[in-house]
């Protein structure tokens, strides 16, 4: 059933004379009590479904669904409302269907949800227990935004951009070499006589961007295979490019239009560096309490030299953390690590010492605050229970949801080999760089050092000599791709990547120590079987047509919509109740009190 805990909406005239009136109510002693309105109690829609049972809406539910939309998703101006009420009316009770699903079947009993609520659980029990500890983390006033960006401007850049568009041809059995050429080749020919591309990738391309006419969007470098980008980004604007030969057919690429890099202004990278700033405090005072905290009796967190060891030896059960009730072991760090990956599903963090060792420290930390805040009662009872009964209707939804979209998708193998071919960028290996980290202390005479490290990238000596003369320590960090060398050091990546086999980076300094690397072999990106990554592919076709399979799913779930009754008269009220105004602040309340 849909939850009664909706508000009916007010609105205000804002003048003069209502905030007057307005104050002056809240001097009176008198106190009143308030009761749902009748057109808050109202039924607005019934569903009848054998399958799911009796299902009413309110007014209210709907009213307060409005307020919690953001206004870039509230209808324009002008807009049918009664027409917009409906599509809102019917989106709410499929999702109220699925939660119906996802209870019926015992989603909550599932593992991967009962390890989100868990995960849920300690996070929600983290922040509001941060929030007790340090209640100002997350205030940070203008001229601090400000000071940020200034001196941090190398942070706020747009590398260049380009807006593509894409068209396929199928190499077939029976479609013969070069009339897979001339056919492509004509069409580059349209396009250059003043034919619209997208509208022949619409018409001609055989695969899935047909549906986009032939969009790819915005691509940076980086983001597509090599041949591909270097064909993308030598095309001058509105010209196809030469037909580009695979082994699954040939493809044309057209820029519509061309960005060159450029530096954010304040207010593009306002919202980033307001995220940037709060992460930094949250960080900070995770650190300076945690080395306020004293580790409980009987707990274990191995160093760093301890943890290698453990990796050396390959001792799966050996236990690498325990605080409290919380035990990891070597192997459920490794797991932990593998499924850390990008919404491309790619690796995020290192399976080396360097990244194991990473996220055995954040364990560390957080688990030791976590500890901490439940033992000495720092987490609020009513609110972390309000959080987590909102997390449990959201995320049996979003399972619910998530599940009925994948099966949709996997239902349907061509059309997901389709998409595959489509979008082979992103499933293929990134470069990768097998590299080897030198980590060399301060020590007594930091400059010397130094200048040392410097004068032997410049002569190309090797790592290992390097290491004996310095007494540093060297890392064998395997094949890694960008993203994770920005985890180790946000300098390695433009480090690294420039170089070839054999070569050292200049020395930096990371922290209380000098580091240098040294790259040992590349490995190119290379397109991924389709075996290999079909759990990828399925994942990313959902997130890119969500809408579409949505719609799918609505149609499975409603039919035609005949047993969905929306009455009226209260679709009615709710359209003259008008969509919410703006929040009015002090500010304009002492403004308009003030008057001209």
């Known amino acids: 059933m849909f939850s009664h805990s909706g508000k009916a909406r007010l609105t205000f005239a804002w003048s003069a004379l209502g905030v007057a009136v307005l104050l002056g109510a809240c001097d009176s002693t008198t106190e ?49 409302l009664d027409a917009w009420y409906r599509d809102l ?21 599932d593992s991967a949800f009962a390890q989100a609520r868990r995960e849920a659980e300690k996070q929600q029990e983290f922040q509001l227990c941060l929030a007790e500890l340090r209640p100002d983390f997350e205030k940070i006033g203008e001229p601090e935004l400000k000071a940020a960006y200034e001196s941090r401007l190398e942070q706020f850049s747009a590398p260049e951009r380009r807006l593509v568009y894409h068209l396929f041809l199928r190499r077939a059995r029976d479609r013969a070499e070069q009339e897979l050429r001339s056919e492509i080749e004509e069409l580059r020919a349209r396009v250059l006589r003043g034919e619209s591309f ?7 391309s055989e695969s899935e961007g047909r549906h986009r006419r032939g969009f790819v969007g915005w691509v940076v470098r980086g983001t597509m295979p090599a041949g591909f980008e270097k064909v993308v980004f030598d095309l001058e604007e509105g010209v196809p490019s030469e037909p580009v030969v695979t082994h699954d057919g040939m493809h044309l690429f057209y820029v519509e239009q061309a960005l060159p890099a450029r530096s954010l202004s304040f207010a593009e990278a306002r919202p980033k560096l307001r995220e940037i700033l709060v992460a930094e405090r949250s960080r900070a005072a995770v650190e300076k309490l945690v080395a306020e905290i004293k580790m409980p009796p009987g707990s274990k967190a191995l160093d760093r030299e301890q943890l290698d060891g453990v990796i050396e030896a390959g001792d799966s059960e050996a236990t690498v953390l325990r605080i409290g009730p919380t035990e990891l ?66 995320a049996l939804l979003h399972f619910q949801r998530r599940r009925r979209l994948t099966a949709l998708a996997e239902a349907d193998e061509q059309r997901l080999r389709l998409f595959y071919q489509s979008n082979i960028g992103d499933f293929s290996s990134r470069p990768q760089w097998q590299v080897r980290l030198l980590e060399v202390p301060l020590g007594t005479d930091s400059q010397a050092t130094m200048v040392r490290l410097e004068k032997a990238a410049a002569a190309g000596e090797t790592l290992d000599a390097v ?8 890392e064998d960090l395997g094949f890694i791709d960008v993203t994770a060398l920005n985890r180790i050091s946000a300098k390695l990546p433009t480090l690294i990547t420039p170089l070839e086999p054999g070569s050292l980076t200049p020395p930096y300094r990371d922290g209380e120590r000098l580091e240098m690397a040294e790259v040992v072999a590349r490995r190119q990106a290379e397109p991924l079987p389709f075996e290999e990554v079909r759990a990828r592919v399925v994942a990313a076709y959902v997130d890119q047509y969500t809408h579409e399979l949505y719609e799918e799913l609505e149609t499975e779930l409603m039919g035609d919509g005949s047993k969905l009754e929306i009455h009226p008269e209260a679709l009615a009220s709710l359209r003259e109740t008008g969509l919410p105004r703006p929040d009015v602040s002090i500010e304009d309340l002492e403004a308009l009190l003030e008057g001209p």
């Not at 709907?62 to 953001?70: E, N």
């Not at 009316?89 to 009993?109: C, N, W």
Request: with cysteine; charged share 30%; glycine share 6%.
């Open 32 to 80: 009143t009590t308030t009761s749902p309105s009748d057109s808050e109690a109202e039924v607005v829609a019934h569903y009848n479904d054998p399958r799911y049972g009796d299902l009413s809406l309110t007014v209210a539910e709907v009213d307060a669904r409005v307020l919690a939309l953001p206004p870039a998703k509230r209808p324009a101006p002008g807009a049918d």
């Open 89 to 109: 009316i019917r989106e709410m009770v499929v999702e109220a269907l699925l939660r119906s699903e996802a209870e019926s079947e015992g989603l909550e009993q």
């Open 198 to 204: 997208s509208r022949l990738a619409e018409e001609r």
């Open 329 to 394: 072991s070597y192997a459920d760090l490794r797991r932990f690590v593998a499924r850390q990956r990008d919404h491309k599903g790619r690796p995020t963090i290192p399976m080396n010492k360097v990244g194991l060792w990473q996220v055995l420290e954040q364990a560390r930390r957080r688990e030791l605050l976590h500890h901490h805040c439940r033992e000495s009662g720092q987490i609020p009872t009513e609110a972390m229970a309000s959080r987590m009964s909102k997390w449990r209707e959201a």
């Open 467 to 474: 290491a004996a003369e310095t007494g540093g320590r060297i």
